[in-house]
């Protein structure tokens, strides 16, 4: 009877932190989804084109990139904790400072420094996971994770046109300043330490370089870290031309875009909710490489698209489609990429959310360049970042099957 009652407290502790971590992981998505109804309003206030907005974006990733790759040695070394509140911290102030931003190169600075605060909740949210869950669990509780998360697509863009409807856009930043603020009081009341602070981390950057460098010749972490970099750099290339897409090149209004933008969030959330029931029956390899092939061939479907000029609906469609597959292949390609490590997982956390967000920064770099209302560097984009998806796993798979052969002999 007690053991059930001491089973009942730890997964209800469990659920609790869950809820903790999805909600402080889902402010990195909403820091770029709340404001994207705004690019228009942002364009015209500071005299610019959209596509010059999208340099806001590309700081973003740039800077998620870099703070995360940050955090993990220190997370190691000083424990989760800690960080993740001086990271909070961080991000609140950056919020107050984007509010304040005269211009585009302030907005821009200050979006990089925003990043920074939000590296922290994503390093912190995924090695929590790996300390507290078994292996074999890990998927699962990362997808529980993308349901809490993925809240934040759905509800942000209708969350930035209400506000920007009602205010003006620089307001958006002042309800993220107060959501982080409550993250700050949820992680210091409800998120215990996970780890024992490992105080023999070398912090020198050559030190750090190559830990990070051993982690990534990993030959598992790098297939399936870099598979699902550039998954996740194809679902960036959406984000960051969505505003231009379905805004300019669709004629859709503010408000007809946050609806939009939200449906096509679900779609991401319905596919990581769908892969804990596949994950059941199949496993995580088998899901993620049956899913990559599909990717490919609605990526080829989408160039079509773009060639034929087939329409609104048909590109609606596709991208649904392929944000509802890559709902399973980000939680998987996480898992996979993380099973060889333990005590290193802060650092293995931060590099793999460091290579997806590079992917990220470069895929919106790329489509930023691109002024013109065409679907083609859009679609170019995803096919060729799912393409390489694919071959990496594809080339896992082949490793392994020579391995099993060679042991067989």
Known sequence: MQKRMAEERNKKQEYL?????????????????????????????????????????????????VGQLAYGPIMDKFGRRQPLLIGLGIYFL??????????????IVSRFFLALGAAAGMVAAKAVVRDIFPVNEVAGAISVLMLIMGGAPIIAPTVGSLIIEAFDWKMIF???????????????????????????VDLKPKDVAIKYYGILTNPKFWNFGMAGSFAVGAMFAYISNAPKLFMEHFDLSQKEFGILFGLNAGGLILG???????????????ITIFNSVVLVILSGL?????LLGLGFWTTAVLIFLMLFLLGFQNPNTTALSLEPFEKKAGRASALIGSLKMILGALT?????????????PLAITLLICLLISSLLLFQFFKKQKTVFSLNEV
């Open 94 to 107: 950056s919020a107050i400072f984007c509010l304040l931003s005269p211009n585009l190169l302030s907005l």
């Open 364 to 376: 919106s770099f790329i489509i930023s360049l691109f002024h013109g209302s065409s679907l083609l």
């Open 174 to 200: 002042v309800f993220l300043a107060g959501f982080s603020f409550l993250m700050f009081l949820s992680v210091y009341n409800f998120l215990p330490e996970s780890i024992v602070p490992d105080r023999n």
């Open 17 to 65: 932190i869950l809820l903790v971590l999805g909600t402080l992981i889902a402010l990195g998505p909403f820091s770029i989804d709340a404001y994207l109804p705004g690019f228009q309003s942002i364009a015209k206030d500071f005299n610019i084109s959209i596509s010059q907005v999208g340099l806001t974006l590309t700081s973003y990733f740039i800077g998620i990139s």
């Open 302 to 306: 989408f160039l079509l698209n773009a």
């Open 272 to 286: 990581s909710q769908i892969n804990r029931l596949f994950l059941k029956r199949y496993s995580t390899f088998e």
